[in-house]
């Protein structure tokens, strides 16, 4: 999770979220349209490999794995294993 603060960086802007397969971005409700009601939620990736997750942190987060940390997640249950797409 990372939040975005306002240019007085103070006020939270919006939520930055990684979960399972997916990256969103929630707008506090103090910054969405006037014209929007309800909540503002933009879905920035779908992470379909561990490549596109370590893409992502470094993206979205600002984290950047080594070579060594990116493979340490190879074969656990968590890693992200690409879909066979059907032909």
């Given at each position: 999770?990372?939040?975005?603060?306002?240019?007085?960086?103070?006020?939270?802007?919006?939520?930055?979220?990684?979960f399972?397969?997916?990256?969103?971005?929630?707008?506090?409700?103090?910054?969405?349209?006037?014209?929007?009601?309800?909540?503002?939620?933009?879905?920035?990736?779908?992470?379909?490999?561990?490549?596109?997750?370590?893409?992502?942190?470094?993206?979205?987060?600002?984290?950047?794995?080594?070579?060594?940390?990116?493979?340490?997640?190879?074969?656990?249950?968590?890693?992200i294993?690409?879909?066979?797409?059907?032909?």
């Amino acid at each position: 999770m990372r939040t975005e603060l306002d240019d007085t960086g103070v006020n939270t802007v919006a939520v930055i979220t990684m979960f399972r397969d997916y990256v969103k971005r929630r707008v506090s409700q103090d910054y969405r349209p006037a014209t929007h009601s309800g909540q503002t939620v933009d879905y920035l990736a779908k992470l379909e490999t561990e490549e596109d997750r370590v893409k992502a942190l470094e993206k979205y987060f600002f984290i950047k794995l080594t070579p060594s940390e990116s493979r340490a997640i190879k074969g656990l249950s968590s890693e992200i294993k690409a879909s066979s797409k059907a032909a």
